[in-house]
């Protein structure tokens, strides 16, 4: 099948998903098959980046909170096979509902391939587990979902003959720094000055020569690569050391100051960098800066008749060298600027929507304080599920609960309003060597689990990056902001005193108890 019939067929497939909307939506009454891909389908080398990317598969296993619906059936596919009590550990967090019967209508599929390729590639590649995963399927009702849609989940989509729930891949330059910058233009929301997309070091080089000529009072400069992820293709371009120079010497100065960008990540380097630059195109920006500067962000999604809502709001937690990468997040967004990021959301959502665009969406900001007003600017728009959307979706799942506009917050169906503190990131040298069966026990002794009778507690995932990276993922909810982070603050205190230094005595460790199994041992 030629890509044109391909594109067709998949568009097809898509249009039924107008007539399943409603009950796809009204989770606990549906009756569907839903096939989870949580492959992260972008540059394999910035990726790599991340430690652990591959675990990042995990993260979608929120969706097995849906099996809380006797109805639902679930089918997981996964590179490498996921470890059982990572399993165990989210059926056990559906209220009213038997573990035996959740786990049979729970489907699990590896690849058993854990090379960087995407997880898709991996699938289309093996004929045989693609046959394995369509008979699994009722066609008539099922839907698969993604992390990101390109034309790998669309092809796959077409091979399985069952609606892909996200966006065409032929819209996916909206979802780029360049196209994000044009349709902030187009919808008239303020947004940091910048360049149009180039391809080459020599056009990169002039861009910023031209933006400092709009803007001479600059300090710094933000390089973006076009397709970057989390903030990993970001770099900062420091240009006090060209302060003095004329206006003549400036373009060969720009030229040779590229070459020592200050980027996120101690891995990266010019040569890798700028080698991507024809094949990704990168931008540049002005840097906002300011005091009191935070990174807010808000989520929505366009349902398959057009509609947009707005899902959430989230003020980043960022690191790296100048506060570019994405850490993790708090909801909501801060109160004096939460409603303008769901006015500027909004408009966004009605442009992408009138684009064809479908699924989730996420739009980063900038924010400073200048006296008692914040200024915002948009920064990029995610067209994809991004790191705040597990973490709420989480929440919604677990609580049954919704999403209040007019306030920006989020109710429980007690009424009762609903915060978190999440990350990907909690990663430390001592958590290395750290099982999953480890984390139960600790999560078990210190009482660390999320009690579904009061509604708080802390929720783990990423759990299979433990042992070789030392990194977990989790999603502290509480009543109130500071119930919420005391509740984060406590799970890393314990974590950190069940976890010794590894030149710790043995004897530290002896001291505790560890469930054993016979049957293992014999």
């Not at 920064?379 to 959307?389: A, F, H, Y």
Request: aromatic content about 10%.
């Amino acid at each position: 099948m030629d890509s044109n019939s391909i594109g067709d067929r998949f568009r097809q497939l898509q249009q039924q998903l107008r007539d399943r909307w409603q009950s796809i939506d009204f989770f606990d009454t549906g009756d569907y098959d839903i096939l989870v891909v949580p492959s992260v389908t972008l540059d394999s080398r910035e990726l790599l980046k991340i430690d652990g990317f591959l675990h990042y598969e995990e993260r979608f296993l929120f969706s097995l909170i849906r099996l809380r619906n006797p109805r639902t059936r679930l089918v997981y596919v996964t590179s490498q096979p996921l470890h059982p009590s990572i399993i165990d550990y989210y059926l056990q967090l559906l209220p009213g509902i038997p573990f035996s019967h959740a786990r049979d209508r729970l489907l699990l599929f590896a690849a058993y391939d854990s090379s960087p390729q995407p997880l898709v590639k991996k699938i289309l590649d093996r004929p045989r587990l693609m046959q394995r995963i369509h008979l699994a399927l009722r066609p008539d009702r099922s839907y698969m979902v993604c992390f990101n849609s390109t034309d790998l989940e669309r092809q796959l989509s077409v091979k399985l003959n069952i609606p892909l729930l996200a966006a065409d891949p032929d819209l996916l330059s909206y979802g780029t720094k360049s196209g994000s910058r044009q349709i902030f233009a187009d919808c008239g929301i303020p947004h940091p000055d910048g360049s149009e997309l180039v391809r080459t070091v020599e056009d990169l080089a002039e861009a910023a020569c031209q933006l400092w000529d709009r803007q001479p009072q600059l300090q710094r400069m933000v390089v973006k690569l076009n397709e970057g992820f989390s903030g990993e293709g970001n770099a900062i371009l420091d240009l006090e050391p060209l302060q003095d120079l004329s206006p003549k010497e400036r373009p060969q100065a720009m030229r040779d100051r590229l070459c020592q960008l200050r980027f996120q990540t101690p891995l990266e380097t010019w040569e890798r960098y700028s080698s991507r630059i024809p094949e990704l195109g990168a931008i540049v920006e002005a840097f906002i800066d300011g005091e009191d500067k935070r990174s807010p962000s808000v989520q929505g999604r366009i349902t398959p008749h057009g509609e947009v809502e707005i899902l959430s709001t989230h003020d980043q937690i960022l690191g790296g060298v100048d506060g570019q990468i994405f850490l993790g997040c708090r909801f909501p967004a801060y109160e004096p600027y939460r409603l303008q990021l769901q006015e500027f959301g909004a408009e966004i959502g009605k442009k992408l929507a009138n684009a064809g665009a479908l699924e989730r969406f996420g739009v980063d900001f900038v924010v400073v304080r200048k006296g008692s007003q914040w200024q915002v600017f948009a920064i990029e728009i995610n067209l994809r599920k991004g790191g705040t959307t597990h973490p709420f979706m989480t929440l919604k799942l677990l609580t049954k609960g919704r999403y209040e506009r007019s306030r920006g917050l989020f109710y429980s169906q007690q009424g009762k309003s609903k915060f978190y503190k999440a990350t990907d990131n909690l990663q430390k040298e001592r958590y290395r060597g750290l099982l999953p069966n480890d984390l139960m026990d600790i999560i078990a002794q210190h009482r660390l689990h999320f009690d579904t009778g009061t509604e708080t507690g802390t929720v783990f995932h990423l759990m299979g990056c433990l042992s070789q990276f030392g990194k977990l993922g989790l999603t502290s909810i509480g009543d109130s902001p500071q119930q919420a982070e005391e509740i984060y603050n406590r799970v890393v205190k314990v974590i950190d005193e069940e976890t010794p230094n590894h030149d710790s005595d043995f004897s530290l460790l002896s001291k505790q108890t560890f469930p054993i199994s016979w049957e293992a041992v014999g």
